[in-house]
């Protein structure tokens, strides 16, 4: 069975104050009402992530440790920038890359993303791999072949080995924090096309084991559908993982 993982991604978004009570809130309510097989995973902002390991540690709390970001190398002259070696020292075991407002607001390229994919497999990181067509490329019919592209030109160039420890996550832009979420059989119907796309090129062995990740307005209303479906894996949830309770309550929505 393949891996159901369900990711928050904190933004730009929680003071200290503010972060760490998120974080205790979700590890009390993991730790009371339990985490029913699915891999929570907590992508908050770099500052807070070494707290973050304090205390998912002393708690001995099953919740990951994710980021949002890092560079493409290990260390050097990079001003600014923050390393998967660096991550992995903290404890982090995933990166969300590719994510759209990094693309658009950092002008993030496919050949850099690949680098940072590189980086992270090196270090034993899972990247969550972020896709996703914006509502013009869908009013034209061109999404699915759109988002094989971007399959294809940032994953086909590492081996099967390599593609079977990413997990992807398919968040249409246009779903992205504006409150409308793709309707269960757009998201079925793109989720399957991304794993059919993989088992042609790669096997399907390989696609059969990758977990694909929803996102996109995920909430407590819709998620129970979605993660019925076929090819849904999980989910990437930036504003409803930003209170510890609906998080959870979604997390519950998936069926293992
Ligand atoms: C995201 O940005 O990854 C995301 C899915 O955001 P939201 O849940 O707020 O739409």
């Known amino acids: ?26 590890i009390q309510i993991v730790k009371e009402e339990g985490h029913n097989g699915v891999n929570i995973v907590v992508c908050p902002p770099f500052l807070h992530i070494a707290l973050m390991q304090n205390i998912l540690k ?9 980021a949002q970001n890092c560079y493409t190398q290990n260390f050097g002259a990079f001003t600014g920038e923050i390393s ?6 903290f404890g982090v075991e995933y990166v969300i890359v590719g994510h759209s407002e990094r693309r658009e607001y950092f002008n993030e ?5 690949v680098q940072k994919i590189k980086a992270l497999l090196e270090n034993n ?15 034209v019919s061109q999404h699915l072949s759109f988002v094989c592209n971007q399959i294809t030109e940032c994953l086909f160039g590492f081996s099967a080995t390599e593609i ?7 968040e249409p832009i246009w779903a992205i924090g504006t409150g409308k979420t793709a309707s269960t059989e757009q998201a079925q119907e793109m989720h399957q096309e991304i794993r059919s796309h ?20 995920l909430r407590i209303q819709n998620a129970a559908e ?14 409803a993982s930003l209170k510890a309770r609906e998080f959870i309550d979604i997390t519950k929505k998936m069926k293992i």
């Open 1 to 26: 069975m393949r891996k159901k993982i369900i990711a928050g991604n904190w933004k730009m978004n929680t003071h200290l104050g503010d972060g760490m009570l998120l974080a205790s809130d979700l």
């Open 58 to 66: 002393e708690t001995a709390s099953p919740i990951h440790l994710g």
């Open 84 to 89: 998967p070696s660096m991550l992995s020292s």
């Open 109 to 113: 390229s496919p050949p850099f993303i």
């Open 125 to 139: 990181i899972t990247p969550i791999y972020c896709c996703g067509e914006k509502l013009e490329v869908r009013e």
């Open 164 to 170: 079977e420890k990413i997990v992807i996550a398919y």
């Open 198 to 217: 993989i088992a042609k090129k790669i096997g399907k062995n390989s696609a059969d084991k990758i977990s694909i990740l929803y996102g996109g307005s």
């Open 226 to 239: 979605l993660f019925a479906q076929a090819d849904i894996d999980g989910g990437l949830i930036g504003g």
